[in-house]
Nanobody, 115 residues
Framework: QVQVVESGGGLVQAGGSLRLSCAAAKSTFSIKGWYRQAPGKQRELVAGITSGGRTNYADSVKGRFTISRDYAKNTVYLQMNSLKVEDTAVYYC???????????WGQGTQVTVSS
C-alpha cells in the first residue's frame, strides 16, 4: 500500500540541480522532511519542515537546499542546487501518520552527483 510517493532523484553533474518531491497519499500523513543515507554512513537529517512551515537544515546543505510544502497537494519538495559529489546518497522522505502516531520512511530515491 503506497503511503507516499517520492520522485525526482537521478544522476547530475556537480554544480547541477535536482528537485525531490514527496507526495502523501492520505491527509493523515504529515510529511516532516528529508533524510539521506550514503553508503557506509548513518542516515542523517537533510531538511525538516513543520506543519506551520518552519524549516531547518543540516549545516552541510544550508544555502544550497530549500525545503517547501504545498498544502493543497500534501506534498513536500526539496530543491537542491549547487550539488556536490558528497551529496550522493539515497534520500528518504520522513512522515508521520496521525492516525496511529507512528513515523515512517518513504522507499527512498537515489541521488548521484558526478564530478
Amino acid at each position: 500500500q503506497v503511503q507516499v510517493v517520492e520522485s525526482g532523484g537521478g544522476l547530475v553533474q556537480a554544480g547541477g540541480s535536482l528537485r525531490l518531491s514527496c507526495a502523501a497519499a492520505k491527509s493523515t500523513f504529515s510529511i516532516k522532511g528529508w533524510y539521506r543515507q550514503a553508503p557506509g554512513k548513518q542516515r542523517e537529517l537533510v531538511a525538516g519542515i513543520t506543519s506551520g512551515g518552519r524549516t531547518n537544515y543540516a549545516d552541510s546543505v544550508k544555502g544550497r537546499f530549500t525545503i517547501s510544502r504545498d498544502y493543497a497537494k500534501n506534498t513536500v519538495y526539496l530543491q537542491m542546487n549547487s550539488l556536490k559529489v558528497e551529496d550522493t546518497a539515497v534520500y528518504y522522505c520522513h512522515y508521520y501518520n496521525s492516525y496511529n502516531g507512528y513515523d515512517y520512511w518513504g522507499q527512498g530515491t537515489q541521488v548521484t552527483v558526478s564530478s
